[in-house]
């Protein structure tokens, strides 16, 4: 610390007025200093001439003086002290010489010290400011200064207005007010901003407040530290960007093609992009690839498109913009999701004008929605499969107000490439399986004639629309006498070859049958026709009856037992040789005769009815029988019921499902082939 010693000196020379600090720097008391000649006391004799001629100089000319020369101390040592001299005049004219004093050596330390610090705050790249306690500035270095948003020569505006951008604010006041109540420092405190030359630049700052006291613990104020960490934070929030985009790549892996349903998984790419990528999501596919007519190399010219998703991030009426769901759109090549099929490239609009619109939305009218809803970028991104693009994704930002940039490019092309090949797989299965599918519904018998003595329900559905379609069969053959031939089977396997094994089994079984057969006989003989197919084991019942006897016999190829039900009685799975599977081999087939009285009912039925996960089979059943065992109904509505209640949209198996009920009165005479009375 600095101490300044206060001497006055009449104008001869002798010492008038002595301070403490005088008595503390030269080690003499004002009683013995005092009225005393100066330059006796204080001086060497070698010194003393000099001493005189520069009091008399400031006494005549009334200028000041400053320098250092030695001075002796009471206790016989001599120190260097710094001088400052002026004259002084008081009412009655009378002259006296003032003489401010402190120990050069503490002087030149202090005055080190001083310009170190100005030095070091002038040149600190850290903000540097002192408020006072009702925290407006007093002092700000150059780094702050230019942190302020304001030109560098306003500097008095921002000393007495208010702070720089980032230092405003309820909780910044908040912290700075705290700090002065209580003395505890807050370091480091991030906050993020705009100044008023960067409207579109976010900046970030490290903040840290201390409270100014003086030696006696009297508050001055407050000092800030303000470090620019804007590229740090730019740095950590890419990293960050980064990390998400990563865990968006790998979680869009996980999420999309999670079935072979087109429209789901064409919804699960949507649903990956929102909101992360877009605040609106639409996938749209070529329909000529859907049509499976796809030319080689990048279509040209207008594009035919069918809408299989649109997702949003919120509610908005911009969902109403895209075309509906399903529908079967063809635009011109100056559409934007034109353009990005016939180039195989992303189309970017980072900021959409309001001649994109037209061009974005199906009309004037969704464009109209779009604009209302805040849309200003949009980025379209196509689906390239095998080397051949099937549709397009379209992103949107309205609620982000950030644009699309080259990142987003990168990222959502990451993502269509992803996902393309899953919505090609899932194209390719639905034509397959719409294949099969027709196939098999072909190959099914058309709706049964009427048999005599017999009336006849039968339905077929397929498995869920992500599973492939099976070898389940049904078919109601005539044969001579009125008799008839009730088959119902399922060829283990799926796809278009269990549909045509189901074709070949079901055209042997109609040759055999006309052989007029018992039906084990039947089951014989296919054993060993399946030999010869891909497709060796199938389940099977085959039944005949007889209207005339009202008898059925019925042999079983390791299938589901028959239902019966008769009037008055519980429905009852039928105890019957089970067999094996055709195509297994060497193993007899047996027939049981069945005496059946009008109004009795034969349930056959494929394991698609009444297999399925997280059930046994003997609590299937069950519920089968329950099912079965209500109030008569018209086996039209017994059909209904059993699919309805027994089938789940997730099963992954089809169904055939053959009901034959005994009429009340049998035919009184046989029926040839040909429908004549013999």
Same mark, same amino acid.
Request: charged letters at 25%; a negative charge.
């Given at each position: 610390?600095?101490?300044?010693?206060?001497?006055?000196?009449?104008?001869?020379?002798?010492?008038?007025?002595?301070?403490?600090?005088?008595?503390?720097?030269?080690?003499?008391?004002?009683?013995?200093?005092?009225?005393?000649?100066? $330059?006796?006391?204080?001086?060497?004799?070698?010194?003393?001439?000099?001493?005189?001629?520069?009091?008399?100089?400031?006494?005549?000319?009334?200028?000041?003086?400053?320098?250092?020369?030695? #001075?002796?101390?009471?206790?016989?040592?001599?120190?260097?002290?710094?001088?400052?001299?002026?004259?002084?005049?008081?009412?009655?004219?009378?002259?006296?010489?003032?003489?401010?004093?402190?120990?050069?050596?503490?002087?030149?330390?202090?005055?080190? +010290?001083?310009?170190?610090?100005?030095?070091?705050?002038?040149?600190?790249?850290?903000?540097?400011?002192?408020? +006072?306690?009702?925290?407006?500035?007093?002092?700000?270095?150059?780094? %702050?200064?230019?942190?302020?948003?304001?030109?560098?020569?306003?500097?008095?505006?921002?000393?007495?207005?208010?702070?720089?951008?980032?230092?405003?604010?309820?909780?910044?006041?908040?912290?700075?007010?705290?700090?002065?109540?209580?003395?505890?420092?807050?370091?480091?405190?991030?906050?993020?901003?705009?100044?008023?030359?960067?409207?579109?630049?976010?900046?970030?700052?490290?903040?840290?407040?201390?409270?100014?006291?003086?030696?006696?613990?009297?508050?001055?104020?407050?000092?800030?530290?303000?470090?620019?960490?804007?590229?740090?934070?730019?740095?950590?929030? +890419?990293?960050?960007?980064?990390?998400?985009?990563?865990?968006?790549?790998?979680?869009?892996?996980?999420?999309?093609?999670?079935?072979?349903?087109?429209?789901?998984?064409?919804?699960?790419?949507?649903?990956? *992009? #929102?909101?992360?990528?877009?605040?609106?999501?639409?996938?749209?596919?070529?329909?000529?690839?859907?049509?499976?007519?796809?030319?080689? $190399?990048?279509?040209?010219?207008?594009?035919?498109?069918?809408? %299989?998703?649109?997702?949003?991030?919120?509610?908005?009426?911009?969902?109403?913009?895209? +075309?509906?769901?399903?529908?079967?759109?063809?635009?011109?090549?100056?559409?934007?999701?034109?353009?990005?099929?016939?180039?195989?490239?992303?189309?970017?609009?980072?900021?959409?004008?309001?001649?994109?619109?037209?061009?974005?939305?199906?009309?004037?009218?969704?464009?109209?929605?779009?604009?209302?809803?805040?849309?200003?970028?949009?980025?379209?991104?196509?689906?390239?499969?095998?080397?051949?693009?099937?549709?397009?994704? $379209? %992103?949107?930002?309205?609620?982000?107000?950030?644009?699309?940039?080259?990142?987003?490019?990168?990222?959502?092309?990451?993502?269509?490439?992803?996902?393309?090949?899953?919505?090609?797989?899932?194209?390719?299965?639905?034509?397959?399986?719409?294949?099969?599918?027709?196939?098999?519904?072909?190959?099914?018998?058309?709706?049964?004639?009427?048999?005599?003595?017999?009336?006849?329900?039968?339905?077929?559905?397929?498995?869920?629309?992500?599973?492939?379609?099976?070898?389940?069969?049904?078919?109601?053959?005539?044969?001579?006498?009125?008799?008839?031939?009730?088959?119902?089977?399922?060829?283990?396997?799926?796809?278009?070859?269990?549909?045509?094994?189901?074709?070949?089994?079901?055209?042997?079984?109609?040759?055999?049958? @006309?052989?007029?057969?018992?039906?084990?006989?039947?089951? *014989?003989?296919?054993? @060993?026709?399946?030999?010869?197919?891909?497709?060796?084991?199938?389940?099977? #019942?085959?039944?005949?009856?007889?209207?005339?006897?009202?008898?059925?016999?019925?042999?079983?190829?390791?299938?589901?037992?028959?239902?019966?039900?008769?009037?008055?009685?519980?429905?009852?799975?039928?105890?019957?040789?089970?067999?094996?599977?055709?195509?297994?081999?060497?193993?007899?087939?047996?027939?049981?005769?069945?005496?059946?009285?009008?109004?009795?009912?034969?349930?056959?039925?494929?394991?698609? %009815?009444?297999?399925?996960?997280?059930?046994?089979?003997?609590?299937?059943?069950?519920?089968?029988?329950?099912?079965?065992?209500?109030?008569?109904?018209?086996?039209?509505?017994?059909?209904?019921?059993?699919?309805?209640?027994?089938?789940?949209?997730?099963?992954?198996?089809?169904?055939?499902?053959?009901?034959?009920?005994?009429?009340?009165?049998?035919?009184?005479?046989?029926?040839?082939?040909?429908?004549?009375?013999?």
């Amino acid at each position: 610390m600095l101490s300044l010693a206060a001497v006055v000196l009449d104008d001869g020379g002798r010492i008038v007025f002595w301070s403490p600090q005088a008595e503390e720097l030269f080690g003499y008391s004002a009683d013995e200093a005092l009225g005393r000649f100066a $330059g006796r006391l204080l001086v060497d004799e070698q010194h003393l001439d000099l001493v005189i001629e520069l009091f008399a100089r400031v006494m005549e000319s009334g200028r000041s003086w400053a320098g250092g020369f030695p #001075v002796k101390h009471k206790d016989g040592s001599t120190r260097l002290v710094e001088f400052r001299n002026m004259r002084l005049q008081d009412d009655r004219g009378d002259l006296y010489a003032l003489g401010i004093a402190t120990d050069q050596v503490t002087l030149r330390r202090v005055e080190r +010290d001083l310009a170190l610090s100005l030095r070091l705050i002038s040149q600190s790249p850290i903000g540097l400011g002192v408020m +006072d306690t009702e925290l407006r500035f007093v002092l700000v270095n150059p780094a %702050l200064e230019g942190m302020r948003g304001r030109p560098a020569q306003d500097r008095a505006g921002f000393i007495a207005g208010q702070p720089p951008p980032f230092l405003r604010g309820d909780s910044i006041e908040s912290a700075m007010r705290e700090v002065l109540a209580t003395g505890v420092p807050q370091l480091n405190r991030f906050t993020v901003g705009h100044l008023p030359e960067e409207p579109g630049q976010e900046r970030a700052w490290s903040v840290s407040f201390y409270r100014l006291e003086d030696p006696a613990g009297r508050v001055l104020g407050l000092a800030t530290s303000v470090v620019d960490v804007t590229e740090q934070h730019r740095a950590a929030t +890419d990293a960050a960007r980064a990390r998400r985009r990563l865990a968006l790549v790998a979680d869009a892996s996980v999420r999309i093609g999670t079935t072979l349903d087109l429209e789901q998984t064409a919804r699960e790419l949507a649903e990956v *992009c #929102v909101p992360e990528v877009a605040d609106l999501a639409t996938v749209d596919v070529l329909d000529s690839v859907l049509q499976g007519l796809r030319a080689p $190399g990048v279509p040209t010219g207008p594009a035919r498109f069918k809408a %299989l998703a649109v997702v949003a991030a919120y509610p908005t009426e911009a969902t109403q913009a895209p +075309d509906p769901l399903g529908a079967l759109v063809q635009y011109g090549t100056d559409r934007l999701v034109t353009q990005c099929v016939n180039t195989a490239s992303p189309v970017l609009r980072a900021k959409v004008t309001d001649q994109d619109l037209p061009r974005i939305a199906r009309d004037e009218d969704a464009a109209a929605l779009l604009a209302a809803a805040g849309v200003h970028s949009y980025l379209a991104v196509p689906l390239i499969a095998r080397g051949e693009v099937i549709g397009v994704v $379209g %992103l949107m930002r309205a609620g982000n107000p950030a644009s699309f940039d080259d990142d987003d490019v990168t990222l959502a092309g990451e993502l269509a490439g992803r996902a393309a090949v899953c919505i090609d797989n899932a194209r390719w299965y639905q034509s397959q399986r719409h294949a099969a599918l027709t196939l098999q519904r072909n190959l099914l018998p058309n709706r049964p004639a009427k048999r005599p003595g017999l009336g006849i329900a039968h339905r077929y559905e397929p498995a869920g629309a992500t599973s492939e379609i099976g070898g389940d069969w049904f078919d109601v053959i005539p044969l001579p006498g009125d008799k008839t031939a009730l088959i119902i089977g399922d060829v283990m396997g799926s796809g278009i070859e269990a549909a045509a094994t189901m074709g070949q089994l079901r055209t042997a079984t109609r040759t055999l049958a @006309q052989l007029d057969l018992e039906p084990a006989q039947v089951l *014989c003989y296919l054993d @060993q026709a399946t030999a010869g197919m891909d497709h060796t084991f199938t389940t099977c #019942v085959y039944a005949v009856y007889d209207p005339h006897d009202q008898q059925c016999r019925i042999s079983m190829a390791g299938h589901m037992p028959p239902v019966l039900m008769r009037p008055g009685r519980p429905p009852e799975l039928l105890d019957l040789p089970t067999g094996a599977p055709l195509g297994v081999g060497g193993v007899p087939f047996h027939t049981t005769r069945l005496d059946l009285s009008p109004a009795d009912q034969l349930v056959l039925y494929t394991d698609g %009815l009444v297999e399925t996960r997280g059930q046994s089979l003997d609590d299937r059943f069950e519920v089968l029988l329950s099912l079965l065992s209500g109030p008569h109904r018209d086996l039209e509505d017994t059909c209904d019921l059993l699919l309805r209640e027994l089938r789940r949209p997730e099963d992954h198996d089809d169904v055939a499902l053959l009901i034959a009920r005994l009429e009340a009165e049998p035919p009184t005479a046989p029926v040839d082939r040909m429908g004549t009375t013999r």
